[in-house]
């Protein structure tokens, strides 16, 4: 174990000793520090120090990535670690971010999650490009507040509510695993009251044609962009249920979502009606694999996701729309909001209760879910083909049998 003062020169120009793979070169400024060069010449930092009464040895990092001055910096924090009684391996770990405690949580604890997709999807795109790579013990309560307002703002409150309960779910595991880690989320930073955090929105018609308008002129929508917000309505699916339709996902009139990407992780078949295998259309020209995505912004290859941007060029349209006819503005909506929409003109359409519920997916529970294993398709595109009608009646401005209803219910009562 050679000692010497180690200087820039020196780090710069050392050597493994004659016959050795590696030598360390100990600092005699610097108790415990010492440069390792390799005989191929890589040159790194360790530190040498006594804990519960054993040798350990821990590294700093590479030369000259790590400067001389910069591990003369480390060896004194390691050193004032060790006074404190503390592992110097741990004291000067890297901070672990956002990003990183809530891999190790899904990993961990969010295994098997029935939402666990769409969770990591939320973190993607709300979080991490704003929070992600910070220090977790460095986000303080103002960084969480103004996150919450950006989600809510783009996203609408009941995002932003879901956001904020996942992100404590994530703290307060950290905190029961860290002794110095207290979560910077309290009480009262919750952007809806608990009745409202179950979403009851709907379009009414004058919504849904405005929102049919608004996609064949609003000028700055991806080009696929209102043929998949149609088709999340006419089929009654979520926002990346329908992002990720595949052709690989057909079968003669039938479409079928894989479990690995639904949420019941059930296969769930759609049949398709003739308005909505209009919207998906033949291949994109020129696109050469087997298999492609049916809405998206690269000929097929990826499946579309620029969601907030294309929403807010459709609500920006909207808008002006409505500023034009002296309207009142369109409330907040979200695209989910159509599923909930088409389940409802499903009932105005005189659809059954259970039958639209099976185009939804959801799963019937009880006994007839244990035992009744019909799959229901010719229901289901009974449900959808009727949806679709009243679809087209609604944004042709047409009379629907609802309004006819109430035309001639006003006629009796006068």
Not at 43 to 70: D, E, N
Not at 205 to 225: G, H, M, S, T
Not at 269 to 289: C, Q, W
Request: a positive charge.
């Amino acid at each position: 174990m050679p000692k010497r003062v180690l200087t820039d020169r020196f780090c710069a120009h050392a050597k493994a000793a004659d016959g050795q793979l590696q030598t360390d070169y100990f600092d005699t400024t610097k108790k415990g520090l010492a440069l390792r060069v390799t005989k191929d010449g890589a040159r790194s930092w360790t530190y040498l120090f006594t804990l519960g009464g054993r040798r350990v040895r821990m590294t700093f990092g590479t030369y000259p990535a790590t400067s001389l001055a910069k591990a003369h910096t480390r060896a004194d924090e390691a050193r004032a670690a060790l006074e404190d009684g503390r592992d110097p391996r741990t004291a000067l770990a890297k901070p672990a971010t956002l990003k990183a405690i809530c891999d190790e949580w899904a990993e961990r604890e969010g295994a098997g999650l029935r939402t666990g997709d769409d969770r990591k999807a939320a973190l993607e795109r709300l979080v991490y490009p704003i929070l992600g790579g910070r220090p977790i013990g460095d986000i303080r309560r103002g960084d969480i507040v103004r996150l919450l307002d950006k989600i809510e703002d783009d996203s609408g409150p009941v995002m932003a509510d879901q956001t904020l309960a996942f992100l404590r779910r994530v703290f307060n595991w950290h905190a029961s695993r860290d002794d110095d880690f207290r979560s910077p989320i309290v009480r009262g930073m919750a952007r809806t009251k608990p009745k409202a955090r179950a979403r009851k929105r709907i379009l009414v018609d004058d919504e849904i044609r405005d929102v049919w308008d608004a996609l064949d002129n609003a000028p700055d929508l991806p080009i696929c962009y209102p043929r998949y917000i149609r088709a999340i309505l006419l089929t009654a699916t979520r926002r990346n249920e329908a992002s990720g339709m595949n052709s690989i996902e057909f079968d003669g009139d039938n479409w079928t979502i894989p479990g690995e990407r639904y949420k019941t992780k059930l296969d769930h078949v759609i049949p398709l009606t003739a308005t909505v295998k209009a919207l998906i259309g033949d291949k994109p020209e020129g696109y050469k694999g087997n298999a492609w995505f049916i809405f998206s912004t690269t000929g097929g290859a990826l499946a579309f996701s620029g969601f907030s941007k294309a929403k807010r060029a459709l609500d920006a349209e909207i808008a002006k729309r409505r500023k034009a006819d002296e309207r009142e503005p369109m409330p907040n909506w979200t695209l989910h909001d159509l599923r909930r929409t088409a389940r409802s003109l499903m009932s105005r359409a005189g659809v059954q209760s259970d039958h639209a519920e099976r185009v939804l997916g959801h799963v019937i529970g009880g006994v007839r879910g244990t035992y009744d294993r019909h799959e229901y398709l010719d229901e289901k595109r009974d449900a959808l083909a009727r949806l679709a009608r009243l679809v087209e009646r609604i944004v042709s401005g047409r009379p629907t049998v609802l309004t006819l209803q109430r035309v001639a219910q006003g006629a009796v009562g006068s």
